[in-house]
Structure formats: C-alpha cells, structure tokens
T-cell receptor
Framework: KNQVEQSPQSLIILEGKNCTLQ??????????LRWYKQDTGRGPVSLTI?????NTKSNGRYTATLDADTKQSSLHITASQLSDSASYIC????????????FGKGTKLSVIP | DAGITQSPRHKVTETGTPVTLRCHQT?????MYWYRQDPGHGLRLIHY???????DKGEVSDGYSVSRSKTEDFLLTLESATSSQTSVYFC?????????????FGEGSRLTVL
C-alpha cells in the first residue's frame, strides 16, 4: 500500500532555533517528493519538488533532503521565525505513468518567541 | 499567487440538502482537482479534470459529482449532503498532469453538514 508517514506529528520550537521534520514513504514506483507549507486556514503552498536524482534542494531557509534508497526525506528549517508556524506536508508522486499523489498527514510546527 | 478562487469559503447546511462548491481559475491551467482535508488524514482526491468536460474519479468520489463546462470553472456537487462530508475542500490546479506539474491550491471551502 502506498503510504507517506510524517514525524513528529507536532513540534514546538523557540524562535531562532533550527528544526528537522521527517518523511518516510512506501510509494512505488517513485517519481518525485514534494514539501508543502500550509498556514492555518489557508491552502498548501509548495516549498520544493525533488526527483530521484536530487539529494538536496533549498528554498531560502528551507532545505529538503531525499534518500531514495531508504525512502526517506527531511525538511530542515534554519533560524526559525514566527511565520514558520504552520503545518508541513510531505507528498509523494507515484511514477510509471500513474502520477498519483499520496499526501502525508503533516507536521504541525509552532514557533514561539 | 496563483489565481484560484473558491466559493463559498464557508457554508453550513443540513443533511440531505444539495451543495455546490465552485472553483474558478484565471491561469488557464488544463488540470483541476478537488481534495478534501480531514483531521487525521492527508489530503484526499475526490475528482479531477484534465480538460473541459473531461473528468475522472479520485479515491473518495462516492457521494460527489463534478462538472467542467469551461476551462476556468470546476464545480463540485454534493447531491444530498451527509454529516460525513463535513470537511474542508480544496481546489487545486496544474498546467501538467505529468511528473513535473506544479500543484497550486485555493484557499479552501469549509463545509459543515448538520
């Protein structure tokens, strides 16, 4: 069964600190992995898209890593800001012409002063 | 921001009544999607469209129908709403149905069925 598991479910960090969110998946065959940020009451917004050949991809203070061999990804947030408080959703696209997306349940991040 | 407008943004209705949610885009993207988001679940695909009058079912399509008579509009209809359809509904658009297609989401429509 194609699944995407994220950990932790929720996380509280102090402003200015770094954090890492985890994503494990069983989706096969693999096409790409995406990270989205969803602010409360808003729609998800794309942060990164990573294909099989990409190990690391950055978007400002957000850095995503991908290990396609172990089927794991992480999202590292550097020097957190209050505006980083949101849910972060890992999404994996199935390949082989399917293009089906499987969404994780998200990690809820709270950044406090 | 991608030009996606969902309406209504909030709706409260009673069990058994019909409900239509509208998604309007100004990006001229070919692909449009309806998802629902519920606590304890990832976003789940209800229906999608790959062109005018071309639609297909997603993983949770029971109780829902869709229509797309124009490129810019994608309607989601609940013929007879049930409490299990209380959810937040997101419309998304993409210019490609293949691997590289970026997905842009609307702001969501919160539906409560009493």
């Amino acid at each position: 069964k194609n699944q995407v598991e994220q950990s932790p479910q929720s996380l509280i960090i102090l402003e200015g600190k770094n954090c890492t969110l985890q994503c494990n998946y069983t989706v096969s065959p693999f096409s790409n992995l995406r990270w989205y940020k969803q602010d409360t009451g808003r729609g998800p917004v794309s942060l990164t898209i990573m294909t099989f050949s990409e190990n690391t991809k950055s978007n400002g203070r957000y850095t995503a890593t991908l290990d396609a061999d172990t089927k794991q990804s992480s999202l590292h947030i550097t020097a957190s800001q209050l505006s980083d408080s949101a849910s972060y959703i890992c999404v994996v696209m199935r390949g082989a012409g399917s293009y089906q997306l499987t969404f994780g349940k998200g990690t809820k991040l709270s950044v406090i002063p | 921001d991608a030009g996606i407008t969902q309406s209504p943004r909030h709706k409260v209705t009673e069990t058994g009544t019909p409900v239509t949610l509208r998604c309007h885009q100004t990006e001229n993207h070919r692909y449009m999607y309806w998802y629902r988001q519920d606590p304890g679940h990832g976003l789940r695909l209800i229906h999608y469209s790959y062109g005018v009058k071309d639609t297909d079912k997603g993983e949770v399509s029971d109780g829902y129908s869709v229509s797309r008579s124009k490129t810019e509009d994608f309607l989601l209809t609940l013929e007879s709403a049930t409490s299990s359809q209380t959810s937040v509904y997101f419309c998304a658009i993409s210019d490609s149905g293949t691997a590289g297609g970026e997905l842009f989401f609307g702001e969501g429509s919160r539906l409560t069925v009493l």
